[in-house]
């Protein structure tokens, strides 16, 4: 009989040194949704807003996007995504997964594109829906999760 938990929600993180785009997603229905935008300092969140969202959704699990190069070779910001995620998992006690995020926030900038956003994404970023693009890619490859 295995001992670890279903997982049922979890949060996906599109980390950036300047914002972090959070979503939430569902086991059962493979579907994510954006939830917020979080303000980072030199890729620094603001650890108590992070705590909040963890405790209001009281996920299974984190999904962190992994921003890999084009040709699958690890860059820097994919080094300190993967420090981050150890930092969420030391933070709060869960277990947390990388996913490779390459062109989830080209995808995202398509998407706000053809419901008639034309740029002013700093006005209106698309990383908390990079973030339900990457965390329900995550979800698809796992489906049995």
């Known amino acids: 009989m295995s001992t670890t938990k279903p997982l ?3 949060l996906g993180f599109d980390y950036g040194t300047k914002q ?3 979503a939430v997603g569902q086991v059962i229905t493979g579907q994510a949704r954006e939830l917020c935008v979080l303000k980072a300092q030199n890729g620094v969140p603001d650890w108590q807003k992070v705590e909040r969202l963890i405790k209001e959704w009281q996920p299974d ?3 962190v996007g992994l921003p ?3 040709d699958g070779s ?6 300190r995504a993967e420090k981050f995620a150890r930092r969420l998992n030391g933070r709060f006690n869960l277990p947390v997964h990388t996913h490779d ?3 989830t926030t080209f995808e995202a900038k398509g998407e706000r594109l053809a419901q008639g956003q034309r740029g002013g994404y700093r006005e209106n970023p698309v990383d908390a829906l990079a973030a339900a693009l990457l ?3 995550w979800l698809a490859e796992h489906p049995s999760t």
Do not use: F, H, T, Y
């Open 8 to 10: 049922r929600l979890l």
């Open 20 to 22: 972090i785009g959070v």
């Open 61 to 63: 699990a984190i999904v």
């Open 68 to 70: 890999l190069n084009m």
């Open 74 to 79: 690890k860059s820097e910001m994919s080094d």
């Open 101 to 103: 995020e390459r062109l």
């Open 135 to 137: 965390l329900e890619g």
